[in-house]
C-alpha cells in the first residue's frame, strides 16, 4: 500500500496540478425540476454493514430532495482510487477521507474549498479538536470537516500484572514504570511487551507516538527540517529498540503487525502493548475470557503530553456538480449527534467528549488523549517519510546499525527529500 502512494505521492500529484483545471464531470444526476438530486458517496469500508446504511437514511429522511449513493472501498488504497479518478477526470461527489491525505489532495485541487458555506451556516469551528483542524487547511481555506478522531493508550493485561505481582487495578502511566513492569513480566516467564516490527504504517505509527511522548517530533513546526536525529527522537528509538534486544517483546516482534501484536495480546501471551479503541472489540471477540484494563498512553515526566492523532474526514470533491447538496451531507456527518454515531472511535467534536458512549474504563482513556493528538505533518512526502523511518528503525532492532547511526541517517534523507 505504502509503496503504491509513494509512487502516486511522487507522479500523480505532480500530473494533477496540470489537468485538474478541466476536472469537473460526475456521476451524480438531479436538477431543480423537481427531480432528486443524486450525489455519489465513497466512504470506507468499515461503515458498510450497520452505521453507515442508517446514517445515510437518516440524512435523505432530513433531505428528501437528495439521494445518496454509496460506494464502499478498503481502506488500504482508497486514497489511490480517488487519486486515479482525478486523473481520469470523473469521479465521486463525497469522499471519506483519512486524514493525512486531506491537505496533499487538496492541496492539487481534488477538493472544494467549504469556506463559504461554514460561514453562512456558522459553523462552530472551535468545537473541533485542534488537532483535527490541522488536517483541513490548506493555504487558509478549509477543505474538510472532521467527524472522527482517534489517538493510542496502553493495553495491559490484568492476570498478567497479578500474576507477575503488579497491580492490576492500574496501567502503567510513564515509559519508566512501563519498562519495569515489561521487565517483571518477563523475569517471572511471561512476555512484556507486545512489540510491533512490521509494516511501513504500524511501525512508523508506533514510533513517531514514541518519539512525540519522548519530547521529539519528526519535523520543525514549518516541516521544512528533519528532527530525527535530534536526541529526543534517539531517546524514544533506543528505548523502542531496547524492548526488543533486551528479549522484553516476543521473538516474532520483527514479522508483527499490529494485528499480530493484539493477538498475542487477547490470547495471553504478553503483558502489555500499544494501540487504539479499535481494538477494544476485537479483543473481546477473539477471546472473552480475556481479563485486560487500558491506560492513557505513556508520558515522559517533565515533557508535555503529544501522539499522533488519527482520524477521518468528510469532504465534497471538485467533481460535484451539486456543492449545496454536498454540503448538506458535509455538515450532517461532522455534526456532534452524527459523527458520534457514523464514528467507530470517536467523533472529532469537543462538544461530544463527555458523551456517555465514551464513558465505558476500556473507553475513557482513549477519549482523554484527544486533547494531546497532534496529526501527522500533512505533507505530501509523509507517506516516503515514514518509510524512511521504518526502514532506518528496523535496521537498529536488527542490529545492522546502531540507534544513533539509524536515525542520523534518516534525518539526511528526510532532508534530502524535503529540499527536492
Same mark, same amino acid.
Given at each position: ?36 438530486? /443524486? ?28 439521494? /445518496? ?37 487538496a492541496a492539487v485541487g481534488g477538493l ?44 495491559y493485561n490484568k492476570d498478567i500484572f ?28 511471561? /512476555? ?205 532492532m536488527l542490529g545492522k546499525a546502531s ?18
Amino acid at each position: 500500500m505504502f509503496k503504491k502512494r509513494v509512487i502516486y505521492s511522487i507522479v500523480s500529484l505532480l500530473l494533477l496540478c496540470l489537468i485538474l483545471s478541466g476536472c469537473g464531470n460526475s456521476d451524480a444526476s438531479g436538477s431543480g425540476d423537481g427531480k432528486k438530486i /443524486v450525489l455519489t458517496y465513497w466512504d470506507a469500508s468499515w461503515n458498510k454493514d450497520k452505521i453507515g446504511p442508517k446514517v445515510i437514511k437518516e440524512f435523505e429522511k432530513e433531505n428528501p430532495n437528495i439521494k /445518496v449513493n454509496v460506494q464502499y472501498f478498503p481502506v488500504d488504497g482508497m486514497e489511490d482510487k480517488f487519486l486515479l479518478a482525478l486523473k481520469n477526470k470523473s469521479g465521486p461527489d463525497l469522499v471519506d477521507i483519512a486524514c493525512d491525505w486531506t491537505t496533499p489532495l487538496a492541496a492539487v485541487g481534488g477538493l472544494l474549498p467549504l469556506d463559504d458555506y461554514i460561514d453562512k451556516d456558522k459553523v462552530d469551528m472551535n468545537d473541533f479538536w485542534k488537532g483535527a483542524l490541522q488536517t483541513i487547511h490548506v493555504n487558509g481555506k478549509v477543505y474538510a470537516l472532521p467527524y472522527r478522531s482517534e489517538t493510542h493508550g496502553i493495553f495491559y493485561n490484568k492476570d498478567i500484572f497479578k500474576q507477575s505481582g503488579l497491580d492490576p487495578s492500574k496501567a502503567p502511566q510513564t515509559w519508566e514504570e512501563v519498562l519495569a513492569d515489561a521487565k517483571t513480566i518477563t523475569q517471572k516467564g511471561g /512476555v512484556g511487551f507486545g512489540l510491533v516490527g512490521k509494516n511501513t504504517g504500524d511501525l512508523s505509527y508506533q514510533v513517531i507516538n514514541f518519539i512525540r511522548s519522548f519530547g521529539g517530533d519528526v519535523l520543525s513546526t514549518d516541516n521544512k527540517k528533519s528532527l530525527l536525529d535530534q536526541p529526543e527522537a534517539i531517546a524514544a528509538v533506543k528505548y523502542y529498540v531496547s524492548l526488543y534486544k533486551d528479549k522484553l517483546s516476543p521473538s516474532s516482534t520483527m514479522s508483527n503487525t499490529n494485528t499480530e501484536a493484539r493477538n498475542l495480546f487477547s490470547s495471553g501471551k504478553v503483558g502489555m502493548y500499544l494501540s487504539g479503541v479499535y481494538d477494544v472489540d476485537p479483543i473481546k471477540s477473539d477471546n472473552p475470557n480475556t481479563n485486560f484494563g487500558v491506560g492513557m498512553y505513556p508520558d515522559t515526566p517533565g515533557k508535555d503530553r503529544k501522539l499522533t492523532l488519527g482520524g477521518w474526514n468528510i469532504a465534497a470533491t471538485s467533481f460535484t456538480k451539486h456543492p449545496e447538496a454536498a454540503w448538506k451531507f458535509v455538515k450532517f456527518i461532522s455534526s456532534p449527534k452524527i459523527s458520534v454515531q457514523y464514528s467507530n472511535t470517536f467523533s472529532s467534536r469537543k462538544s461530544e467528549a463527555d458523551n456517555p458512549k465514551y464513558k465505558d474504563p476500556q473507553v475513557k482513556p482513549f477519549a482523554q488523549m484527544l486533547q494531546y493528538g497532534v496529526p501527522l505533518p500533512a505533507i505530501p512526502q509523509i507517506t516516503q517519510i515514514r518509510q524512511i523511518i521504518n526502514d532506518q528503525v528496523q535496521k537498529a532492532m536488527l542490529g545492522k546499525a546502531s540507534v544513533e547511526s539509524a536515525m542520523k541517517d534518516a534525518s539526511k534523507q528526510v532532508n534530502e527529500l524535503l529540499n527536492q
